[in-house]
Nanobody, 122 residues
Framework: VQLQASGGGFVQTGGSLRLSCAAS????????LGWFRQAPGKEREFISA????????YYIDSVKGRFTISRDNAKNTVYLQMNSLKPEDTGVYSC????????????????WGQGTQVTVSS
């Protein structure tokens, strides 16, 4: 499975971005999907995940109510809609896919995309 993330950019505080991650190869409908973020000088952190059936989603507390994860199995794509962005949301956002896994731990994901930069100015 190959993952290609896109949609990052530069926005002001309060702005919005929608990240996309397109998958190729594998059986997309069996993949749990997650988004991770790595800020400058910090370790990578889990942001959000969605199950293969879209029945379950997870978010870290700092993005609840602002970010929404979704997936379109017909397009083999997962999205992260980010609203009310804050400077602390700045970082490189990567998508990850796991065979029947959608937890917070990065070790459970089998495939990773290359990341897309999000910069939020104050």
């Amino acid at each position: 499975v190959q993952l290609q993330a896109s949609g990052g950019g530069f926005v002001q505080t309060g702005g919005s971005l929608r990240l996309s991650c397109a998958a190729s190869g594998g059986t997309f409908s069996r993949l749990g999907l997650g988004w991770f973020r790595q800020a400058p000088g910090k370790e990578r952190e889990f942001i959000s995940a969605i199950s293969w059936s879209s029945g379950s989603t997870y978010y870290i507390d700092s993005v609840k109510g602002r970010f929404t994860i979704s997936r379109d199995n017909a397009k083999n794509t997962v999205y992260l809609q980010m609203n009310s962005l804050k400077p602390e949301d700045t970082g490189v956002y990567s998508c990850a896919a796991g065979e029947l896994y959608y937890g917070m731990g990065p070790a459970g994901y089998d495939y990773w995309g290359q990341g897309t930069q999000v910069t939020v100015s104050s």
